[in-house]
């Protein structure tokens, strides 16, 4: 019947379609996949991982484990990779994506301008798209897989004010290059700003924001101790990137164990500084689940031809060294305790 093939009555037809649609019934796609033997290539533009325990080593976890589940239909994907530091880079691999004329993209939207530039370049080729870890309103991506991320600063802020009594000062530090560039970061900050110009705060909070071009530089530690020489005392300090380390490897060094310290994601060198109690909270985003659902969403639609949600926001997880054995992404990777 499915096929129109041999005579069915109109109210047996009506029955079948109807248990069909409540099936949510499609057509039999891996045979067809097979049958026309056709490709569909998909690519991914995200970060290159500044080092084998980085962050953006754990969405590529997720692609993979997509692809693995998804290439009998023909998926193939193709990974570009640009500098955190360098928008050109972003721009010349952007360039290499729309030379291919993929049937889909999943992208970090990292720079903001140069993320819009290849997004008008995609809605001009009617190239469907998912952002992951950042997302850009107005736009015409097909869904948003990853934190909210205002909520994410907003969410850090509640942690300082139950933690931190009376006016404390709070560094708000970006180690990033061209931070009204850098989409997420932003966001961040804004929602971290915004839970204290709330009308009903009643203890005001000193917020400084620091930003550090270059966190990897010799001298970071010097530039560290001429801006708390400028600031004074400093009770609390959030860091809006997985970089947390690079702060917490200086309190150790100069001594200041005394100040409270939040910053993002579970990779090891945090995890570390976690576990001794320099680092406070991770704030934690299941980045290998953002990679998986961003491949599945576009095959959802590409492939299936099915509607998709256009926002998928992943958890915010508040992680401390009680409950980081817990963790399942600690689990996965293995590190042990101490």
Avoid at 30 to 59: C, D, G, M
Avoid at 262 to 291: A, M, S, T, Y
Avoid at 307 to 327: H, P
Wanted: hydrophobic share 40%.
């Amino acid at each position: 019947m499915i096929h129109n093939r041999g005579e069915v009555s109109p109210e047996t037809k009506v029955k079948i379609l109807r248990i069909l649609e409540e099936m949510d019934y499609r057509p039999n796609i891996l045979a067809s996949t097979l049958a026309s033997k056709r490709v569909h290539q998909f690519a991914v533009l995200i970060p290159e991982p500044q080092s084998e325990e980085a962050y953006w080593n754990k969405p590529m976890t997720g692609v993979q484990r997509a692809f693995a589940e998804l290439q009998e239909y023909g998926i193939q994907i193709t990974t570009y990779r640009f500098s955190q530091t360098n928008p050109d880079s972003f721009r010349i691999r952007a360039e290499e994506i729309i030379n291919s004329r993929p049937e889909g993209v999943v992208l970090a939207p990292f720079f903001s301008r140069e993320s819009k530039a290849l997004i008008e370049k995609l809605n001009h080729l009617h190239i469907p798209f998912v952002f992951i870890d950042s997302n850009l309103k107005e736009c015409n991506k097909i869904s948003y897989i990853g934190q909210n991320s205002f909520q994410s600063g907003a969410l850090a802020a509640r942690l300082f004010d139950f933690s931190l009594p009376g006016k404390a000062t709070i560094l708000i530090v970006h180690f990033a290059k061209e931070m009204d560039n850098q989409n997420h970061l932003v966001q961040r900050e804004n929602g971290f700003y915004a839970y204290f110009r709330k009308p009903d705060q009643k203890e005001i909070k000193k917020l400084i924001t620091l930003e550090i071009e270059d966190p990897s530089n010799e001298n970071l530690f010097s530039l560290l101790d001429e801006q708390f020489k400028a600031v004074h005392s400093v009770q609390g300090i959030f860091v809006t990137n997985s970089q947390v380390y690079r702060m917490a490897a200086y309190l150790q060094e100069r001594n200041r164990a005394n100040i409270r310290v939040i910053g993002h994601d579970l990779i090891k060198q945090n995890i570390d500084w976690l576990k001794k109690g320099v680092v406070d909270f991770l704030i934690c985003q299941r980045p290998e689940e953002q990679g998986y659902q961003a491949i599945e969403t576009l095959f959802q639609h590409v492939i299936m031809k099915k509607q998709v949600a256009a926002e998928n926001y992943t958890s915010i997880d508040i992680i401390t060294k009680e409950n980081l054995d817990f963790y399942k992404e600690f689990n996965l990777i293995n590190y042990g305790t101490n």
